[in-house]
């Protein structure tokens, strides 16, 4: 019959001799595959019931065109009336454990084994590292005697071990391979280039791991591929002797992989299955950048698809994965991912990434044009996702060991919709838009909270907007040739993306972050608490109806001509707006937002409901009460973030004046994301003349002082301080932070 329904049933106990029956199951996904080939004119949709239990899969299970030919076959594989169904990337080992010293044990399981993963009775264990492993830390430890050659000296042979640090700026995280070390203690190693903004790392947050020396605390493993020797520090009274123990192997569990985008796989769903164990992706292959976002992207991802049409992973869960969750690389359309759990996983929840080449005329860190030769808007090819559907997704304590990471990622992407997702316990964003290509999201109704937790000049909600524009006619950060890049504004942003009815909780940094030139949003109904919502360079924003308490518009760096629209907002803070680097020829219009000062004006506070009393005079203005309370955010049987409480301050913003010049430090995350600082050090230039001293000496409105001759400046009391000491008619060198990047300029006191 030419729709009817086949069904298969696979168990841990069954044989794939048997004929996949409910009595005689088959045995392994393998069977399976086959069974779709013996079945690939089948009109109509083919189930496979998972029985309960572990299925350790020795090779990634892969689905292309040889073996899904027929669009109009659906495959399904779900598990069997609830039952938990485990789908393992991991390998169980032979452990017999003898004493070896200090407390250390040690198994003979054979050599060259690959795992970067250890777990112990299904708990992830802790490669063992310096320092030691400290619990909700940033790198669950860190400390800057971790590269010391004191340090170095004690290590007979660093060769395969890692350094996992912040970038230098807190922009995401920067890894190393460690290839060994010269006779002066010095390491030599290799970047896996796992950020798009350089190999450059702190030198303060950074650790190292996989080095035997470093074995030593309780729950610490190292494995000696060479001599096929585990080493592992047991926790007290652990029997390791009934205690089973897997490694991490395959990166990869499902692939689905069409022949083309002409002949792309289609209508495969997976529901009620778990995910788990699969091997870090971070030091096996070289990261690629694909235009100028922030990110170093890894194609890879327990679940991997590509050219591909109606995948579903619904119910689903992913925990204790080493890299990404679900990947959808190049040509995508119509997926649905739906009310899944993802926990505890090493890179991002869901990254949904294009191929560079569908850009028109792109540009790069490493290619970084100044000019437009492709004018036309919109994609070059279809190698690209689009018509995506993410929903009620649970993403928790993502990003454990790639900090340039985020719930969800969407770049090279259009129409991908984000919906009534929780994402929490993050290293940096929640939902992160890497580029303007090509717009048309709709992001609405998540729940973030407890993001940015470890990185610094970000936002739960962050997006990048460095599109074909955004350097002409030359490269700079401060907002200057808008009249210039008008014209092209919306050539790759060509659709406009929504952001709505979101609950964003924060302490610090912005709650909506349009950074860099994002360009093409319609912002509104958003419930801010404790974070703003941030505009930088960028056209055509509208921003309207949403509501910030703790928290002030950030508004810098305009361009010229940016069209940008703030109304009927709300604003329960000491200042409604701060602006910084405004330049001549913005064209932002405000209309009827209202700051308040005094909570009396929201319903109930006490649980973060801050909808206007019927009494405000917001709500003649044209501001409309949205729903806020728990069930209007996220996913309903997930956690909620805690009230927020703010205690109204008002706060006089003083600067200081020099040779008719103003003078501020650098006190919040407005400052240093406007001038893309590494700390809050320095003393910024708010003011200038337009002609005299300053200008001489070659300084401008928006620089940076850092340092004066060898003396560092700290704030504009260090610098007063230090620039009185200076003799008059002498030179000297100021050291300045401008576009991003240190210049040097020789001065001559008065």
Known sequence: MPNEQLEFYIATDGCDTHIGSLEKPFKSFEKAIEVIKEHGTHRGKIIFWIRKGIYRLKNTLIFDEEIVMNPLLHICFSHYLDEEVIISGGVLLNTQWKAYKNGIKVADIGMNHDFDMLLMNGKTQVLCRYPNYVEDEILNGYSEQALSQERVATWENPKGGYIRALHEKDWGGNSYRIKGKTVDQQLIYDWVGDNNRGAGHSRKKVMVENIFEELDSEREWYYDSDTGKLYFYPPKGEDLEQATFEGATLETLFTFKGKSIEEPIQNITLEGLTFTCTHRTLFTRRYEHPLRGDWGIARAGAIYIENAEGINIKKCKFYDLGGNGIMMSAYNKGHVVDYNDIENIGASGIL????????????????????????????????????????????????????????????????????????????????????????????????????????????????????????????????????????????????????????????????????????????????????????????????????????????????????????????????????????????????????????????????????????????????????????????????????????????????????????IDITDDGLRSATGLPDYKGMYLLDIPAIGWWVEQGFRIGDVIRKVNDEKIVDTQDFMRVYKQLEEGTDYEIQVYRNQTYHTLKIRKK
């Open 352 to 663: 949904v990434v294009g191929l560079q080449k569908a850009t028109r005329d792109p540009s790069t860190w490493e290619n970084h044009k100044t000019t437009i030769e492709d004018y036309e808007v919109g994609p070059k090819t279809e190698d690209y996702p689009r018509n995506i559907m993410i929903s009620n997704n649970y993403i928790y304590n993502s990003g454990i060991y790639e900090k340039q990471s985020a719930g969800v990622c969407i770049s090279i992407s259009e129409n991908v919709t984000v919906s009534k997702n929780t994402i929490h316990h993050v290293p940096r964003a929640g939902i992160n838009i890497s580029d303007g290509t090509f717009g048309g999201h709709i992001i609405e109704g998540n729940d973030l909270f407890d993001c940015v937790r470890e990185t610094g000049d970000h936002g739960p909600f962050n997006s990048w907007g460095r599109d074909r524009f955004w350097s002409v006619p030359e490269y700079n950060t401060t907002g200057l040739f808008g009249k210039e890049k008008r014209p092209y504004a919306l050539l790759d942003a060509r659709s406009r993306t929504i952001i709505r009815s979101n609950r964003i909780h924060g302490n610090h940094a912005f709650g909506i972050d349009l950074d860099d030139g994002s360009s093409n949003y319609e912002i509104y109904n958003n419930l801010c608490l404790g974070v703003g919502i941030k505009t930088r360079e960028g056209f055509d924003r509208k921003v309207y109806n949403n509501i910030l308490i703790g928290c002030c518009f950030e508004i810098h760096c305009t361009y010229a001509m940016n069209e940008d629209m703030f109304f009927n907002n709300i604003i329960y803070n000491y200042k409604a707006y701060n602006f910084i680097a405004i330049n001549e020829g913005n064209t932002t219009r405000f209309k009827d937002n209202v700051c308040y000062k005094d909570e009396e004006v929201f319903n109930q506070p006490s649980s973060n409901d801050y909808s206007l009393k019927v009494t405000s005079d917001a709500l003649q203005l044209g501001f409309k009460n949205f729903p806020m309370t728990d069930q209007d955010f996220g996913r309903q049987d997930k956690p909620n973030p805690p009230v927020y409480v703010y205690i109204y301050g008002g706060s006089e913003e003083s600067y200081y004046e020099l040779e008719d010049a103003k003078l």
